[in-house]
T-cell receptor, first 113, second 107 residues
Framework: KAGVTQTPRYLIKTRGQQVTLSCSPISGHRSVSWYQQTPGQGLQFLFEYFSETQRNKGNFPGRFSGRQFSNSRSEMNVSTLELGDSALYLC????????????FGPGTRLTVT | KNEVEQSPQNLTAQEGEFITINCSYSVGISALHWLQQHPGGGIVSLFMLSSGKKKHGRLIATINIQEKHSSLHITASHPRDSAVYICAVASGNQFYFGTGTSLTVIP
């Protein structure tokens, strides 16, 4: 069974631009969660989607948004990029929710200049 | 305020040693996860616990709900166990992470 895939793996953007990251979950998984990892803040929860609905959201500004499609693939979007948005963005899929085992993708390394 | 605290932050062990990493949390939880992150960023889920104890190979995870504490034990440590170990808890509609324990196992 194929693992969680994320595209692109690396991305360089300029302040003020927007970016869209993609996550394809393991086949059969209906929940996708997104996380941000930075050296200063560590791992932080962004949001969780289940069956195309956002179920939970972390403490991030509205510039961070996401969606999930009917095939469970998910995208996250960051608008008006700031230097502090430079991070590793990880998605994880699971059968149900955060109390199910999470399977992580390799991440997208975003650099904002 | 950190909802999840891990100790120690850094740990160096000789190959073969028994290792314990601790995690304390201050919120009510529905589940606790132990994650392993190798250099390069990839994260692997080791355990998901809501009570009791789980064992997988040389790894053992325990949780005490009353004391809000969990431990990850590695028996007969090996250099390939060198990684960052992260404790995370699912609480309400949030998911909180510890800052991680960086483990180095020396041959």
């Amino acid at each position: 069974k194929a693992g969680v895939t994320q595209t692109p793996r690396y991305l360089i953007k300029t302040r003020g631009q927007q970016v869209t990251l993609s996550c394809s979950p393991i086949s059969g998984h209906r929940s996708v969660s997104w996380y941000q990892q930075t050296p200063g803040q560590g791992l932080q929860f962004l949001f969780e989607y289940f069956s195309e609905t956002q179920r939970n959201k972390g403490n991030f500004p509205g510039r961070f948004s996401g969606r999930q499609f009917s095939n469970s693939r998910s995208e996250m979007n960051v608008s008006t990029l700031e230097l502090g948005d430079s991070a590793l963005y990880l998605c994880a899929s699971s059968l149900g929710a955060r109390y199910y085992e999470q399977y992580f993708g390799p991440g997208t390394r975003l650099t904002v200049t | 305020k950190n909802e999840v605290e891990q100790s120690p932050q850094n740990l160096t062990a000789q190959e073969g040693e028994f290792i314990t990493i601790n995690c304390s949390y201050s919120v009510g939880i529905s589940a606790l996860h132990w994650l392993q992150q190798h250099p390069g960023g990839g994260i692997v889920s080791l355990f998901m616990l809501s009570s009791g104890k789980k064992k997988h190979g040389r790894l053992i995870a325990t949780i005490n709900i009353q004391e809000k504490h969990s431990s990850l034990h590695i028996t007969a440590s090996h250099p390939r166990d060198s990684a960052v170990y992260i404790c995370a808890v699912a609480s309400g509609n949030q998911f909180y992470f510890g800052t991680g324990t960086s483990l180095t196992v020396i041959p």
